[in-house]
């Protein structure tokens, strides 16, 4: 069993930044891949980033690959996501989640385990 607590969302305007946490209860939290996704108001869940449980793999979403970065600690059991460049349509829900199969996923039901989320909004 793992729980995932997210934090570090809030409001920022166009261009700015922010860095989400997402913190993993357990001990086997090296074992598992981790993602990042988004829902926004009205739309489906949407894949952002992932990283292998090494941290040596990462996959992003066309709409964030070079504003966005995910990365992870397993020593604090943590992984992040740095936003960079933030635009108005990056408004959303955040949420990791936890996948423990091998390699690195986009598909939101392969994963196993998900947090509460945080919301990121982004003004113009």
């Known amino acids: 069993q793992v729980q995932l607590v997210e934090s570090g969302g809030g409001l920022v305007q166009a261009g700015g930044s922010l860095r989400l946490s997402c913190a993993a209860s357990g001990r086997t939290f090296s074992s598992y891949a981790m993602g990042w996704f988004r829902q926004a108001p009205g739309k489906e869940r949407e894949f952002v980033a992932a990283?292998?449980?090494?941290?040596?793999?990462?996959y992003y979403a066309d709409s964030v690959k070079g504003r966005f970065t995910i990365s992870r600690d397993n020593a604090k059991n943590t992984v992040y996501l740095q936003m960079n460049s933030l635009k108005p349509e990056d408004t959303a829900v955040y949420y990791c989640a936890a996948d423990g199969r091998v390699g690195v996923s986009a598909k939101g039901y392969e994963y196993d385990y998900w947090g509460q989320g945080t919301q990121v909004t982004v003004s113009s």
């Open positions: 990283i292998s449980w090494s941290g040596g793999s990462t």
